[in-house]
């Protein structure tokens, strides 16, 4: 019974701020690493922001780097996505992934847990 719960998505006028949680239960998730994928509508899958199991090394993807910052809290056994200068490009479901293969960061496929997603939407 291993599950991801992404929350914090909302509504946001462009130039905005969120931070989304992705809580993590039914195992500990501490000694993995973890990531964060999106969907707009009618695109594919893509990815946004991975991080280590010790929080020491991040991956971004260029499209999101500077405005999104990936940070964890292990005794919290949760993921972060601090979103800054939101664009309406920006808009898209959020999911939270965890424990990929080593070395595949940025694969959809390479991720062993997924949670159901949390709505951002940006207005401009």
């Known amino acids: 019974q291993v599950q991801l719960v992404e929350s914090g998505g909302g509504l946001v006028q462009a130039g905005g701020s969120l931070r989304l949680s992705c809580a993590a239960s039914g195992r500990t998730f501490s000694d993995v690493a973890m990531g964060w994928f999106r969907q707009a509508p009618g695109k594919e899958r893509e990815f946004v922001a991975a991080?280590?199991?010790?929080?020491?090394?991040?991956h971004y993807a260029d499209s999101v780097k500077g405005r999104f910052t990936i940070s964890r809290d292990n005794a919290k056994n949760t993921v972060y996505l601090q979103i800054n200068s939101l664009k309406p490009e920006d808009t898209a479901v959020y999911y939270c992934?965890?424990?990929?293969?080593?070395?595949?960061?940025?694969?959809?496929?390479?991720?062993?847990?997924w949670g159901q997603g949390t709505q951002v939407t940006v207005s401009s």
């Open positions: 992934a965890a424990d990929p293969r080593y070395g595949h960061w940025g694969t959809e496929f390479a991720y062993s847990y």
């Open positions: 991080i280590s199991w010790s929080g020491g090394n991040t």
